[in-house]
């Protein structure tokens, strides 16, 4: 006697890797975003996976000199590490023959550099390749921060002044996490995922189809070694999380790793803030806008949460250039509400120091 099946019911796959992930959107919205981003995503991802393969070894080359040597300084003042150098490369080659990506903008490259300017080229990337180098010798947390910006129109023309101008909107952003696993998370506008770079498949698998930042949190994450060089708003508001009250969940704990997409994954999953503000040193601000802050706002806002410099939202950027520098509180709404509570209340009397 024969046994009998019956048909299973569909549904949604429980193992999905990106690639798969991004053929089921493309499917989903045919002649959108997705039409665009889909193959840059992949190509997005297999420089993350070389990159992941190097940031494994990258503590033991760094005590090897000459491997170690320093690459230089980017063209916003900052020191490059040979692995930023060696990041952007990466990024480059894996652009390199793509006939979907206008230009691309790195921290690591003065100039937007032209890629294509074929009928099918609507993107433009900004990355920072490398966030957090200062963790790589010390095997810390690194990580990579994207924003996809897409032009009204395809062809030749000044695509630097399209994106200060704010005539090429960002419609997909996202991070690489190269932590205790490598991660990759990512949105393009519904709803925010992440993948784990599962290494005996060579795959990003999702893990997360949609992940929500919590309303509030307990901790916070801010270089406080500058305290006295900020906003007075910002020190009371220090103040303030340090005071014990249960009710609030007061005092807040500190968790502070030195690199932006490390702190700010912590904010996005478990909730808090994250901070960078303008100070005496850093008179705009550290962080930048258009690879930094801007891809990062777009993610939050995606997942519930809110971005701002202190007084207003990041989102839509506004630049007088390609590396704009900003202020930025990002993480659970309330807690970044909070913070702008407190640098609005000390404001009127506060007008002539330096900017949050
Ligand atoms: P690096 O990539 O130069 O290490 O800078 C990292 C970063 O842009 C961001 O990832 C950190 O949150 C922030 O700077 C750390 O800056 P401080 O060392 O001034 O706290």
């Not at 900003?326 to 913070?339: D, F, H, K, P, Q």
């Amino acid at each position: 006697m024969s046994a009998q099946y019956s048909t299973p019911a569909p549904r949604s796959p429980t193992i999905l890797s990106l690639a798969q992930h991004l053929r089921q959107v493309e499917r989903e919205r045919p002649g959108g975003v997705a039409d665009d981003l889909s193959p840059l995503m992949n190509q997005l991802a297999f420089a993350a996976k070389v990159l992941a393969r190097e940031i494994n070894r990258a503590a033991l080359a760094a005590a090897a000199p000459p491997q170690s040597v320093q690459g230089g300084t980017n063209s916003t003042g900052d020191d490059q590490t040979r692995l930023d150098v060696y990041a952007n490369q990466v990024v480059l080659d894996a652009f390199h023959r793509s006939t979907r990506l206008a230009g691309l903008v790195s921290e690591e490259m003065d100039e937007l550099v032209v890629l294509s300017e074929g009928d099918r080229a609507r993107m433009i990337l900004c990355i920072d390749p490398i966030d957090g180098s200062s963790n790589t010798e010390i095997n810390g947390s690194l990580g990579t921060i994207f924003g996809f910006y897409r032009r009204e129109r395809t062809g030749p023309g000044d695509l630097t002044a399209e994106l200060i101008e704010g005539r090429a909107p960002l419609v997909a952003a996202g991070y690489v996490f190269y932590g205790s696993g490598t991660l990759l998370v990512y949105s393009q506008g519904e709803g925010v995922r992440s993948f784990l770079l599962d290494r005996e498949l060579g795959e990003f698998m999702m893990c997360h189809p949609d992940i929500r930042c919590p309303e509030e949190g307990d901790s916070f994450a801010a270089n406080t070694g500058r305290l006295y060089e900020w906003h007075p708003g910002l020190q009371r508001y220090i103040h303030h999380i340090s005071q014990r009250d249960p009710a609030t969940r007061r005092p807040y704990s500190l968790r502070y790793s030195g690199a932006l997409v490390a702190d700010f994954h912590r904010c996005l999953l478990r909730g808090g803030v994250y901070f960078y503000p303008s100070d005496r040193g850093h008179a705009e601000g550290k962080l930048r806008l258009f690879y930094e802050s801007a891809p990062l706002a777009f993610l939050v806002e995606q997942a519930g949460g809110k971005a701002s410099d202190g007084r207003s939202p990041i989102l839509p950027p506004r630049a007088r250039s390609i590396h704009q520098r900003s202020s930025l509180v990002i993480g659970s709404a309330r807690e970044v509400e909070l913070i702008e509570k407190f640098v609005a209340e000390a404001e009127p009397k506060t007008a002539s120091a330096w900017t949050i």
